[in-house]
Each structure stands twice: as structure tokens, then as C-alpha cells.
């Protein structure tokens, strides 16, 4: 292919002619002080609080500070080629980013640009970072339950749509694994996810994003990244923006979980900025709206009503403690925001019971009006053969001199334990979960040595797919278990134990027990 | 710390000022010492020094401006006693500014790349009153780095109608 001179030169004279020339009159101020990533303007009378500034070379500000004589703005970029002098311009617009449909499957940066080398995103959609949250006549209490897909939680510390539940931990005890497991179990139902990662390692992130995409759960899913590396007002912003790209689903009616992950990186972000911007520190050096810093962020998850399109924003906010301390203040500040919390110990961690759940310390105030009926039933018992195994464990290590009830309620507890373990990125469906739980709750696993529970559970879900599957197919759909669904249930695992404990421990044990069974009947 | 420093001086001298009817006199004043102190610097350093007793530095100032109105010497005898002479710019910047919106003036401070004709100046601060409602007091800046057209700052609102914004602005067009 040739060149045609003549039609690049005809091409270029379009785009000259075309060329806007119009002049229009900016207010400007100039630039008196910078330095670590903020920045004092003065001039720009006019200027609005949360405002975004336009510094030299295309680097944007945000003002923060309005004082008589000059403005404190935060740097949105790098702030090594402003100098003192030079000219700041206001654009008239609040910090806004990309939102809608084409935000699924990206990973963008705290301004919404990209940063997974895709492309650019095409939408029309726009929010500002900022909003006040919904009001209470557009709410109504949480209904719905966002399930997991794990049993500790689903079952003990159900989540409904629209709730906001912290999820509490030292590092290192999975409090990533969780909202990631419930992303992936978010396929093939209609919520939206994002993934705010605040002053994460990039290695993290790229991990969560090929861990997603491994899982096909990438489609629904946009990762929000403000890594360690970026300067401290990205990370104050992150989470701002994971928020609105959320709302934009939202308001038309979709549903979206959000993870803000971590908020006490953000916390760290935002009192870097406050000391440098030189509000006055309170305790632990935060500034003292730093409560509000959080409260406004989780206020936005809401359930709307009806006449709102019933959307929802779910939010699970991550909060990592310094050796479990959880009466630090900014773990005290989200607690106290939140609907619940999810504690994860690190005892429990190493002691091998993954996800490292504190089912005593952890709560959720509002998801049990989400969760559905069959869940209900067997978590309540759950729940209670937990707690009074918690209060006999101790007494374990004097095994047979026990009586009779003693044990049996330690071999309850061993087993539920046991259940409640589940291995990460395998999410279970709500029906099946309901299934192993009803087995482990009534009794029907006492038999089952510790250490063949799990390889139980395994065999038993593709037991019950292959031979029953419209047994799970009926608690589904109706999410209740009704006489006849639970007497299908019992037989059917009573058929599979049978067998089961027939090829583990040979023909003797499972006649003794059948014979036992009979007895006790 | 400092601005706020100097607007409270400069709004007592405003009020002082205001009352005798000798704004625009004391303006005058204001610039005839700066632009002396700015030609004579090592007075000005003098005067400016923290450790110098204010009582010499007093007998100079009233040297400096022996002219000038009674009041004015009383407020510069007061900065030299309360060690805030070296404010003395700022006050002087502030207290325009005082005058300036008072009198409904607005600066606007034109940059060409070279000098303007008298009626191009007329014609620029008629549009510019125009505008702003406001009576203009022009003041000129040269800079060649503006190539063509001109560049107006008046009161924090910039206009920019030189030929290196229009060039910046269709190389970003055309980059886009």
C-alpha cells in the first residue's frame, strides 16, 4: 500500500479547521506550596469544597480545605513536576468516575481509568465519587439473602442484600478468602460485584484478579485497585469510587456486593493526608472526621423499596487488627457502623479450621430475616450444638471418664466443626448446604469418625446429584423442608451412610449400627 | 500565619485612612517606599533584620520618608516596634486590594509578548470594565514565551487568548 500524501495533508486540514478556538474564562489560582502529594493554591475564590482542580501537565487535584486566603487540594497523580507559581485551574466538576455495564470485567484505577491494558471504556455513565445515601423513604429492610456459598457463614452468620458486614481479622487469617469465595458463588445469579483493593500489594491484586478470572467470575466483576504504591489521596478516593460504580447497578435496579478491602489502609490513606492538609489529630493521630470518613461510605449500601426498583449495594468492609485487638479505634468505628461482623482467629486459623470463623464473637443483625426457612431450622440448632460444645471442650481431653451425654455432645461438636471446614474457591450451593448440615444436626454423622467427615460430605453431594437430585432441586424452590422433603431426606441419607460406612469399616460396623438404630427405634 | 498577620494591619491602616480621606495618597507612599527599599537593598535587609534594635531602625524609617503624611510615619514607627516590618509588602499588597475593591477597581494584568499601542490598551480595558462592571486599572507584563495574542489575570479569572494555549490546545485535540 502506497502513501497519498495529498490525503493525509486534506485529513490534518480538516482537523485544523475543525479546531474549537473558542475562549472562555477559567478561574485560576496559583499554586504557593506542594509537597508530599498535597498541595496550597491561593487564589481560586470561587472554588468548591471537593472540587476538582487542574494542575500543569494534566494532574488533577481535589479540593479539600477552604480557608480565607488559600485552598488545600490533594494531588491526584504525581506531583514531582509542580512547582510553586504555577497556574491551577477549576473545572467546575466534582470527582466523578465511569459507571454501568461496561465497567464489568475491568480493572480500573481509583479514577475509573483502566489499567488492565483492554481498552478504553466505553460508556456514557458517569458518577461523582460523593453522595448522600439513599433516605429511609427509598429503603426497606434487608430481605433477601446473599449467599456465600460458605456453610460457616450462610448457615450461622447469614448476609442478606443490602446489609453491610465487616469482616474482622489479624492478617494472614483469610479475610480476603471470604468475599472472594463470595464473588465466585455469585455466578449465575444476578448480583454485580466490585472489588475495592485500598493499599493492597499489586501482587495481591493481580492474584485476586487471575483467581476471578480462573473462576469465570471476572464478567460480573470490576476490581477497583489503589495499591501501596499510589499516593495516599488515590486510596482516600478507592473506595468512593468502587461505591459509585456499585450505585450505578443499583439505582436501576440490579444488585451489587461491594468489598472494601481494607478499610484500615484507608483510614492510614486519609490520616496522611489530614496531617499533611494540618487538621488538627485526636486520638491515635486519626483527624476527627474519621468516623464520618466511614459511616458516609457504608451509609450508601441500602436495600431499596419496591417503587424503587428494589436494587441493592451489599457492602463487606475488611478490617485487619493488630493481635486481635478489636477495641482499637478504627475497628470500634466500623463495628459500630456495621450490621455484624465476621471475626476470623488466628488460633483457629492454625488449629486448621479454614474459614477461620469465630462463630461465638461474630454476628449479623439483620441477615436472618433474608435467610430462608430450611436454613433457618438447621442453623438454629446448629448454632446451639456449637455453643454447648464450646463450653465442654475443655472438658475433651478426659475422653471416657465422661458420662454418657457429655460425650455425645463433644462428638456433636467434633463432627458440626468439622462440617463447617471448607476449602477455598468452592463455593456450595445453599440447598446442599442445607442437606449436610441437617445430617450433622440431627445426629445422622455421630457415627462417622472425625477424620472421614469430610471425605463423607464430598461423596454424599454426588451421591445425592446422581441418585436424588430433585430432593435438593424441592428445597431449592421452596426453600423449606417440608414433612415429606425431610422424610426423603432422612432415607436418603440413611442409604448412603449405609453404604458408606460399609466400604470404610467393613460390613460388622455397619450391621451394628443398623441393629442400634433398630434398638433405639 | 503570616498573610493573616498582614491583613489585620493593613485593614487598620484602611480604617485610619479611610477616615482622613487619604487612601489613594497613602498608596502612593506605599509604593515609592518598596520600590526604593527594592532599589537600596542593603537598607532594606537592615530593616528588615530581626536582631537590629527597633529604635535605630525607627530613626531610619523616619529618615526614609520624611515627606511623607504624619500617619503614614506612625504606622511604620508601629511595624518597626511590633517586629513586623518585614511584612511590610504583604501589608502593602493587602491594603491595594482593600482600596481596590472599595473604589470598585479591579487590576488586570495584561502579558503580551511585546509593548501594546495606547488605543489597543483602551480598547482592552473598555471590554474588560464591560465585563466586570468594574473600573480597570491595567498593568502590562512582557513575555515572549506567549508568541501572539495576549494573556489577562484579572482578579484570579484567567483569559487566555495566546497563540501557545490555542497550539497546546490543538496538539491535544489532534493527540486525543
Known amino acids: ?521 | 500565619m503570616k498573610f493573616r498577620t498582614a491583613q489585620k494591619y493593613a485593614l487598620a491602616l484602611y480604617r485610619v485612612m479611610d477616615e482622613k480621606d487619604r487612601l489613594d495618597e497613602t498608596r502612593e507612599e506605599f509604593d515609592k517606599l518598596i520600590s526604593f527599599l527594592n532599589q537600596n537593598k542593603e537598607i532594606k535587609n537592615f530593616l528588615y533584620n530581626y536582631p537590629v534594635k527597633e529604635d535605630l531602625k525607627s530613626e531610619i524609617v523616619k529618615g526614609l520618608v520624611s515627606e511623607s503624611s504624619e500617619d503614614f510615619l506612625r504606622f511604620l514607627i508601629l511595624i518597626v516596634q511590633k517586629k513586623r516590618f518585614n511584612l511590610l509588602e504583604m501589608i502593602a499588597e493587602e491594603y491595594a486590594r482593600l482600596v481596590n475593591k472599595v473604589q470598585n477597581v479591579e487590576v488586570a494584568l495584561v502579558a503580551t509578548p511585546m509593548p501594546l499601542e495606547e488605543d489597543q490598551k483602551e480598547e482592552i480595558a473598555k471590554a474588560l470594565a464591560e465585563m466586570s462592571g468594574k473600573e480597570i486599572k491595567l498593568e502590562e507584563k512582557i513575555d515572549p514565551d506567549i508568541k501572539g495574542g495576549f494573556v489577562i489575570n484579572m482578579g484570579g479569572k484567567l483569559f487566555d487568548a495566546s497563540l501557545t494555549a490555542q497550539l497546546e490546545k490543538m496538539f491535544q485535540q489532534i493527540t486525543a
Not at chain 1, 468548591?48 to 494532574?59: N, T
Not at chain 1, 449467599?147 to 450461622?156: E, N, V
Not at chain 1, 474482622?168 to 464473588?183: L, Q, S
Not at chain 1, 435467610?371 to 475433651?396: H, I, P, S, T
Open chain 1, 1 to 521: 500500500m502506497s502513501v497519498r500524501p495529498d490525503e493525509i495533508s486534506t485529513l490534518l486540514q480538516k482537523q485544523i479547521e475543525g479546531f474549537d478556538k473558542s475562549l472562555e474564562m477559567v478561574d485560576v489560582g496559583t499554586v504557593i506550596y506542594v509537597g508530599d502529594g498535597v498541595s496550597r493554591i491561593y487564589g481560586l475564590e470561587k472554588c468548591m469544597a471537593g472540587e476538582l482542580l487542574e494542575f500543569p501537565d494534566g494532574v488533577m487535584g481535589l479540593a479539600l480545605n477552604l480557608e480565607t486566603d488559600n485552598v488545600g487540594a490533594v494531588l491526584l497523580g504525581d506531583y514531582k513536576k509542580i512547582k510553586e507559581g504555577d497556574t491551577v485551574k477549576r473545572t467546575g466538576r466534582i470527582a466523578q468516575v465511569p459507571a454501568g455495564e461496561a465497567m464489568a470485567g475491568r480493572v480500573v484505577n481509583a479514577l475509573g481509568q483502566p489499567i488492565d491494558g483492554k481498552g478504553p471504556i466505553k460508556t456514557e455513565a458517569f458518577r461523582p465519587l460523593e453522595r448522600i445515601a439513599p433516605g429511609v423513604i427509598q429503603r426497606q429492610p434487608v430481605k433477601e439473602p446473599l449467599q456465600t456459598g460458605l456453610k460457616a457463614i450462610d448457615s450461622m452468620i447469614p448476609i442478606g442484600r443490602g446489609q453491610r458486614e465487616l469482616i474482622i481479622g489479624d492478617r494472614g487469617t483469610g479475610k480476603t478468602a471470604i468475599p472472594v469465595d463470595a464473588i465466585i458463588n455469585q455466578k449465575d445469579t444476578d448480583v454485580y460485584c466490585i472489588y475495592v483493593a485500598i493499599g493492597q500489594k499489586r501482587s495481591k491484586v493481580a492474584a485476586v484478579v487471575q483467581v476471578l478470572e480462573e473462576h469465570g467470575a471476572m464478567d460480573y466483576t470490576t476490581v477497583v485497585a489503589a495499591t501501596s504504591s499510589e499516593p495516599a489521596p488515590l486510596l482516600y478516593i478507592s473506595p468512593y469510587a468502587g461505591c459509585a460504580i456499585g450505585e450505578e447497578y443499583m439505582d436501576n435496579g440490579k444488585h451489587v456486593l461491594v468489598i472494601y478491602d481494607d478499610l484500615s489502609k484507608h483510614a492510614i490513606a486519609y490520616r496522611e493526608l489530614s496531617l499533611l492538609l494540618r487538621r488538627p489529630p485526636g486520638r491515635e493521630a486519626y483527624p476527627g472526621d474519621i468516623f464520618y470518613l466511614h459511616s458516609r461510605l457504608l451509609e450508601r449500601s441500602a436495600k431499596y423499596s419496591d417503587e424503587y426498583d428494589g436494587g441493592s449495594l451489599t457492602a463487606l468492609p475488611i478490617i485487619e487488627t493488630q493481635e486481635g485487638d478489636v477495641s482499637a479505634y478504627i475497628p470500634t468505628n466500623v463495628i459500630s457502623i456495621t450490621d455484624g461482623q465476621i471475626y476470623l482467629e488466628r488460633d483457629l486459623f492454625f488449629a486448621g479450621v479454614r474459614p477461620a470463623v469465630n462463630v461465638g464473637l461474630s454476628v449479623s443483625r439483620v441477615g436472618g430475616n433474608a435467610q430462608n426457612k430450611a436454613m433457618k431450622r438447621v442453623a438454629g440448632r446448629l448454632r446451639l450444638d456449637l455453643a454447648q460444645y464450646r463450653e465442654l471442650e475443655a472438658f475433651a481431653q478426659f475422653g471416657t471418664e465422661l458420662d454418657k451425654a457429655t460425650q455425645a455432645r463433644l462428638n456433636r461438636g467434633e463432627r458440626l466443626g468439622e462440617i463447617l471446614k471448607q476449602e477455598q474457591y468452592s463455593p456450595i450451593a445453599v440447598e446442599k448446604q442445607i442437606m449436610i448440615l441437617y445430617a450433622g444436626t440431627t445426629g445422622m454423622l455421630d457415627e462417622i469418625p472425625v477424620e472421614e467427615v469430610k471425605r463423607f460430605e464430598a461423596e454424599f453431594f454426588r451421591f445425592m446429584e446422581g441418585n436424588h437430585p430433585a430432593l435438593g432441586q424441592a428445597i431449592k424452590e421452596t426453600g423449606e423442608l417440608t414433612e415429606d422433603t425431610e422424610k426423603d431426606l432422612r432415607k436418603a441419607i440413611d442409604e448412603f451412610k449405609k453404604s458408606f460406612l460399609m466400604e470404610t469399616t467393613g460390613l460388622e460396623t455397619a450391621e451394628k449400627a443398623e441393629s442400634e438404630e433398630k434398638a433405639s427405634a
